[in-house]
């Protein structure tokens, strides 16, 4: 199903995970231990819990330990999990939650960029901030992900080709949105043990195509089994017809899928027959009818699409049966 890049890391999909919760408010690990073999049922080659889309920030560090470990244990060592270990605060106090989440049994702790250095500081307080965590925290693997929350700060090519080359940076969830600049960052990280994953599903065949090692984006909590299927065979000459398809309506469903994320994600599994609520505690825009409708023709879009491409449905298959 995956294969080994020169990371520590497969490539593939690496989902950003979502956080079930019960109607009463409460963190459903139940079915978070449902939801993680969905991912793996769908091809997933490795899981990225407690992130954004987990709503990380609305949980308490307590359940972020739990949810993760939930995960990790679930997953059974089948493949790889990452999660979030930096949640502001002094380097010092970021190092040590590294410690307290890598603890839980992940392969790698990611490192919110935007938390390192506040929005008005240069690259080199950034930079002299990331060594220092690094120096913190000993032999711990560790990633970036350039979270738009509380801001989106961008690494610099160059800084992050630095950092990558102290041995300790196996994984970067790239939101920069220019292919130019995720090739070039590519490029400068090559023959290092590290894989750079996109999030913008945009340049998800350039992204593949320039050497990434694989997608961590949220379309993933819809529609997984066909990012599973674009990394699959983004470079196949015999499909490139529907290859090209498929890109083709990344790009033309990006905005609905944004909507009201990620309780339109809940809404989506939850109409394929996915037991979750949908139920957020992060504050979104309201899930109206009219989003409703558009997401139900969105479901209908992928349903089809997925069919003329002889992909499985994985809810409509043995999962869906051990669900029930």
């Known amino acids: 199903m995956t294969t080994k890049p020169s990371s520590s890391l497969p490539k593939g999909f690496i989902p950003v995970m979502l956080t079930p919760f019960l109607e009463s408010g409460k963190v459903d690990f139940e079915g978070l231990k449902v939801l993680t073999d969905m991912y793996l049922e769908a091809g997933a080659a490795g899981l990225f819990a407690n992130c954004l889309s987990s709503e990380m920030f609305e949980l308490s560090e307590t359940e972020r330990l739990e949810v993760t470990s939930t995960v990790v244990q679930q997953v059974g060592g089948r493949v790889p999990v990452v999660a979030t270990g930096t949640f502001g605060g002094p380097v010092e106090e970021q190092a040590a939650y590294v410690k307290r989440i890598y603890a839980t049994g992940v392969d790698a702790v990611i490192v919110i960029t ?34 738009p929350v509380p801001y989106k700060r961008l690494i610099d090519s160059d800084l992050l080709a630095e950092l990558v080359q102290t041995g300790r940076v196996v994984y970067h969830k790239d939101t920069c949105l220019d292919i ?36 961590s984006c949220i379309q993933g909590n819809i529609y997984p089994e066909l990012v599973v299927w674009i990394c699959e065979n983004y470079n196949n000459p015999e499909r490139k017809a529907d290859v090209d398809r498929v890109q083709a309506f990344f790009v033309d469903s990006m905005e609905i899928v944004h909507t009201a ?61 051990q669900l029930k």
């Open 114 to 147: 935007g938390l390192l250095a506040d929005e008005n500081e240069p690259d080199t307080v950034f930079a002299s901030q990331a060594k220092k965590l690094i120096a913190l925290t000993e032999n711990v693997p560790l990633g970036f992900y350039e979270c």
């Open 261 to 321: 994320y990620p309780t339109i994600a809940k809404y989506c599994l939850q109409k394929r027959g996915f037991p979750i609520s949908t139920y957020t505690r992060r504050e979104v825009d309201a899930l109206t009818q009219n989003i409703k409708e558009r997401a139900d023709q969105l479901l209908e879009d992928v349903e089809n699409l997925q069919s003329e491409l002889g992909i499985r449905d994985i809810l409509k298959g043995s999962l869906l049966t």
């Open 180 to 215: 130019q600049e995720v090739t070039k960052r590519i490029d400068v990280t090559s023959g290092n043990e590290f894989g750079l994953y996109d999030a913008y599903m945009v340049n998800a065949v350039a992204s593949l195509n320039a050497g990434a090692a694989g997608l």
